[in-house]
């Protein structure tokens, strides 16, 4: 059997999917089919409340797609991997649950926009490059690097770094609200678990957690009135949740509430 190039393990409530194609990580059609059954297996599993993306080893999170398996292929089947990339990548933004992007390493190119598709991105302070090089191959990020990179940095500084296609380090990469938080290199992964564990059951209401995630993800996309209505229905869901329940009996007996995830 060939080696996996997603592996997926869970621990304490938390799924760490890892790309695995050294040295750089990157990714091929077979590698995002099984980045998209990875993720679709953590969504359906109910013991799972967060999910984090990180590549293996400590030089590279993903260098994105494998430039020669593009040179080889026809323009026809580079539109479809294209397609294929865009549908896992939305299924990553839309999954009800916390998806933490932990960059152990550079992240440029596609490696960047499947990081872009998770919700919070974590960089180890000092451990690589980010950017979208696209430009210099005569192309632009065909798998949403576009549009969430506008959407998380504004339209005016996305297209100076789209066309100019500048690598830059993790620090100025926060600087721009690119990166949410550098955490330092030492005990970095630990120190990455550790944030994520905080968005788990008992001590935090992961229900609500992803709702709240739905909410903001898919209401940013509405008008402003479908998605006040999103935000009410998902209101609802909650009021009828075991956590919320929970919560406000802690709250009025004054303890520390102790949440299940449903």
């Known amino acids: 059997m060939p080696q996996a190039l997603v ?9 760490v999917l890892e790309l695995c194609n050294p040295p750089a990580n990157t990714y091929s059609y077979e590698m995002m ?22 590549g293996a080893g400590d030089r590279f999170f993903c260098a994105g797609a494998d430039i020669n398996m ?7 089947f580079k539109y479809f991997f294209c397609l294929h990339a865009n549908e896992t990548l939305n299924r990553l933004e839309q999954t009800p649950k916390l998806v933490i992007a932990a960059l152990n390493g550079h992240a440029v190119g596609g490696g960047l926009e499947i990081a872009m598709a998770g919700d919070i991105r974590i960089a180890r302070r000092g451990g690589g490059t ?10 632009l990020p065909g798998t949403g690097g576009t549009q969430r990179l506008a959407r998380l940095v504004g339209k005016g500084k996305a297209i100076e770094l789209l066309a100019t296609g500048r690598i830059f380090s993790f620090e100025e990469a926060a600087a721009i609200g690119l990166v949410t938080r550098v955490l330092e290199p030492e005990n970095w992964w630990e120190s990455v678990m ?15 957690v992803g709702r709240i995630k739905r909410s903001v993800v898919t209401g940013s996309e509405m008008s402003f009135s479908d998605a006040l209505a999103l935000e009410r229905e998902l ?3 909650l ?24």
Do not use: N, W
């Open 70 to 76: 593009l040179k080889s292929v026809t323009p026809r």
């Open 194 to 208: 550790d944030y994520a564990r905080q968005f788990c059951p008992p001590g935090k209401a992961s229900l609500a």
């Open 33 to 54: 089919q099984e980045l998209d059954a990875a993720i679709l297996k953590a969504r359906l599993d109910e013991t799972v409340h967060v999910l984090v993306l990180r």
């Open 235 to 237: 209101q609802q869901q």
């Open 7 to 15: 592996s997926m393990r869970t621990e304490s409530g938390i799924a």
């Open 239 to 262: 009021f009828e949740s075991e956590d919320a329940q929970e919560g406000l009996r802690a709250y009025t007996e004054k303890r520390t509430p102790r949440f299940k995830g449903v």
């Open 130 to 139: 980010i950017g979208l090089p696209e430009v210099a191959l005569g192309v």
